[in-house]
C-alpha cells in the first residue's frame, strides 16, 4: 500500500504584484521575513504587518530565537502567517501558526495539542529547502546540542507561492548550497526504503533538471543561473513534494549534528556527505534503486558508466561548483568523530530508517573517516 499526498495549494507567479493582486493581503495579515527583503521587495507593496527574523538573531532557526517570537506575538489576532524568505524563515513560519504555543520545546515535546489556529502561506526566496510544501521543521535544539526535525501534520502550508522574482539577485552562494540540498532531497528519498512510485517521479525530474543544469553553469558560468531561476525553484518544489511524502536518510541524518556543532548552513553541511554516504551505499548493496539512480545521473551528464563511475563523476560535477573542504577544515577532531556518530544514531532515528540500506555504527564511523 503506497499513501502519497501534496497538502497545499501550488501556485506560481513572475511577479510579486500579482501575488498579492490575487490574495487579497490585508492588514490582518502578518509577514514573517527578513529585513533585507523588505527594503529590496515588499516595502510599499504589502500592506500588512511585519515580524523580522533579524530583530530575533541571525542564521539558522534556533530554539532560543524562536521561543522569543513565540512570546511576543502570544494573544495576539494573526489571520495568517506569510512566510518569505529561505529555509530559516519558512520553517520558523510554521511553527508560529501553532495554536497557543509558549516555546519551542513543548512543540517538539508534544506538551500542547499540535493545531494551527492561523492561515499559511509559504513563499521561498532559495530554489532549495522544498519547505513550502513540507509540514516539517528543522531547528537547533540549543539544550540537546544537535538539530532535530519534527514532523507536524498540522503545518502543511494552504498555499505555497512559488515567485520567480524574488529570485532575480540570489547570491552564487546561496544559489549552490541551496539548489545543492533540494538535489540532496530527490536521490535520498528516491532510494529510500519507505519512497514510493508517486515521490519517483518527482525525484528524477528534480534530480534530472538540477544535475543537467549544473553541467550548463560550469560550461557556461555560474552567472547563467537566472536563465534557469524558475527550473531550479521547481525542481525544489518537486524534491519538497517527496519529502513532504518521505524523510531523508543518512546525508541528512549526519548533517545535522555536524551542522549544528560546527555552524555550518544546512545545504553545505549536506553537500559535505552526499557522495560519501551513496558510495557506501555500493559498497553494500550495488543494485535497484542505486543502479536507477546512476542511470538518472549519466543521462543528465551524458556518460556512459556503472554505479560507482556515476556518483564519482556526480562529485567531480560538485567539486567544480562548491570545491569541498575536509571535515578537519571546519574544526572536527578525529577524537571527537565517535562521539558524532553516537548522536546522530541517538537523536535522528527518524532519518536513519529511510537509508538505501542498513548503516551499521561502523558503516557511519567509515563515512565520517572518509571526510576527514
Known amino acids: 500500500m503506497y499513501k ?8 506560481e507567479f513572475k511577479k510579486l504584484g500579482e501575488f498579492v493582486q490575487h490574495f487579497n493581503l490585508s492588514a490582518e495579515d502578518t509577514v514573517f521575513t527578513e529585513k533585507f527583503l523588505y527594503e529590496k521587495y515588499l516595502k510599499g507593496v504589502l500592506n500588512c504587518n511585519y515580524i523580522f527574523q533579524d530583530d530575533y538573531g541571525l542564521g539558522e532557526p534556533s530554539d532560543i530565537m524562536i521561543d522569543k517570537i513565540l512570546k511576543d506575538i502570544y494573544g495576539k489576532e494573526i489571520k495568517r502567517i506569510i512566510g518569505i524568505g529561505g529555509g530559516t524563515i519558512l520553517d520558523i513560519a510554521k511553527l508560529l501558526c501553532i495554536k497557543n504555543a509558549n516555546t519551542t520545546e513543548e512543540i517538539f515535546d508534544d506538551k500542547i495539542p499540535l493545531v494551527r489556529d492561523k492561515g499559511l502561506i509559504l513563499i521561498p526566496t532559495t530554489c532549495g529547502t522544498g519547505c513550502e510544501v513540507t509540514c516539517v521543521s528543522v531547528v537547533d535544539m540549543t539544550a540537546k546540542k544537535t538539530k532535530m526535525g519534527k514532523r507536524i501534520e498540522a503545518n502543511f502550508a494552504d498555499s505555497a507561492v512559488l515567485i520567480e522574482e524574488l529570485l532575480d539577485s540570489i547570491p552564487a552562494k546561496i544559489f549552490l548550497y541551496s539548489s545543492m540540498d533540494a538535489l540532496i532531497h530527490a536521490m535520498e528519498i528516491f532510494v529510500a526504503p519507505t519512497g514510493n512510485p508517486y515521490n519517483d517521479i518527482f525525484c528524477k525530474s528534480a534530480i534530472k533538471t538540477i544535475i543537467s543544469h549544473y553541467k550548463d553553469l560550469i560550461e557556461n558560468g555560474i552567472e547563467k543561473r537566472f536563465e534557469f531561476i524558475m527550473e531550479f525553484l521547481r525542481a525544489s518544489t518537486f524534491a519538497g513534494i517527496a519529502l513532504s511524502n518521505t524523510p531523508c536518510g543518512a546525508v541528512h541524518a549526519l548533517a545535522m549534528h555536524f551542522g549544528s556543532a560546527h555552524h555550518v548552513p544546512h545545504g553545505e553541511a549536506n553537500s559535505r556527505f552526499l557522495t560519501a554516504v551513496f558510495k557506501k551505499y555500493a559498497d553494500l548493496s550495488p543494485a535497484g ?31 567544480k561548483i562548491l570545491p569541498k573542504k575536509r571535515l578537519r577544515e571546519y574544526g572536527v577532531n578525529d577524537k571527537d568523530i565517535e562521539n558524532y556518530v553516537d548522536k546522530v544514531i541517538e537523536t535522528q532515528q527518524r532519518l536513519l530508517k529511510n537509508n538505501f540500506v542498513y548503516l551499521s555504527r561502523e558503516d557511519l564511523l567509515d563515512v565520517y573517516r572518509s571526510l576527514f
Open 289 to 319: 534503486k542505486l543502479k536507477e539512480i546512476a542511470d538518472i545521473i549519466n543521462e543528465a551528464l551524458g556518460i556512459n558508466t556503472d554505479i560507482k563511475g556515476s556518483l564519482s563523476a556526480l562529485e567531480d560535477l560538485i567539486e
Open 4 to 11: 502519497f499526498q501534496l497538502k497545499p495549494s501550488v501556485f
